[in-house]
């Protein structure tokens, strides 16, 4: 299909301020009608969840809705959906949760790609019970986290095993089924950290082989909050600490308090205009979103291409996303420069591509980065062509 970046860019208005923006692994910026569900949600008589009154039915046809919207984003069950503050909220919720099971000399791998989140609650989690972590590196070189890595760290004592779909910071997107089936061949549950894969790539919980996986709904041009998805058999499985008088019901055992419900019809609407990015599918829901995160994929492999072209010819830069397959992320250094100041300098020329370490610590220190980290170019479904020109000239005129 042609895509029509204009017609995506035409919907968001955040882009009138004419910046060229390369942020979005941080978070992408909100179309109309996903602002216009949020506020319908308000606008709207709201109250608990149940059927008696006008509110309470509004509020549970808003969650019931995000539940099957979110569950055909990720190729999962609505009843598998569970909805949080954030994904690091909830990957630490299920790791004290999971932790219940653990005891002294069970083990727990993480790896040196992932975002914190996806390491320190397992760390924290592992030390309360007194199992073990084990590291999984990855090659620095490349950027590669090989299957083998992950299997190096196994042993018959490994109970699970928590590996990014996708690194945030150089985009290196790791052979999740390879990797499950070596966790499931050692008796361990595999969890998957989707926050940036989600915003790049089509998501389906069982190819992947996760037991459990989060996501961000703002990674994907929806509102603020976590996203969960598991299966419900393993989740009836689990008993995380709640309060007395709330249900025990599956998902909402899991889901502390009452639910932000204009952020669930954020997130619903967000879904549906991803969808709607594919007018020419028919059939279902996830066969849109299917199409459209193709035609997103192919959108941003050009722009991508273009960038790294344009990047050879500027000396000095240094770009760390090396693997074969990846998101459409780059992170770069200069030579004789700090990254911060040539942020800054791209910022005050109409360019945000901030950098640092977000929050990928470990990877950043194993790159040789230490704490400044490098710049990060982000693309999402709303950059075009002009924008790719911009940053080059950009970069162009700080390079040495």
Known sequence: MAYDVDAVRAQIPALKSGTARFDAPGGTQTPQPVIDAMADALA??????????????NAESIVTAARAAL????????????????????????????????????EVVVSRLDHDANIRPWIQA?????????WADFDPATGELHPEHIEAALSPRTR????????????????????AALAHSAGALFHVDAVHYASHAAVDLTALGADTLVCSPYKFLGPHLGVLAS????????????????TDVVPERFELGTLPYELLAGARAAVDFLAALAPEASGTRREGLLAAFRAIAS???VLRGRIERGLADIGGITVYSRAVRRTPTLLLTL??????????????HGVDAPAGTFYAAEAARRLGLGEAGGVRIGLAPYN???????LLEALGGVAP
């Open 71 to 106: 569950a055909d984003l990720l190729g999962a069950q609505p009843r598998g959906i569970v909805f949080g503050r954030s994904a690091t909220q909830l990957i630490y919720d299920l790791s004290r949760t999971l932790a219940k099971t653990w005891s002294a000399g069970d």
């Open 231 to 246: 299966s419900p058999d393993l989740l009836e499985t689990l008993h995380p600490d709640k309060l007395a008088p709330s």
């Open 126 to 134: 592992a030390e309360a019970v007194g199992a073990t972590v084990r």
């Open 335 to 348: 030579a004789g420069r700090d990254s911060a100041a040539v942020s800054k300098h791209l910022a005050d």
């Open 384 to 390: 075009c062509v002009e924008d790719v020109d911009r």
């Open 299 to 301: 959108h941003e492999d």
């Open 160 to 179: 699970l095993v928590a590996v990014t779909a996708a690194s945030n910071l150089i985009g290196t997107r790791p052979d999740l089924p390879a990797i």
């Open 44 to 57: 709207n008589p709201l109250a608990n969840r149940g059927l008696t009154t006008e509110g309470e039915r």
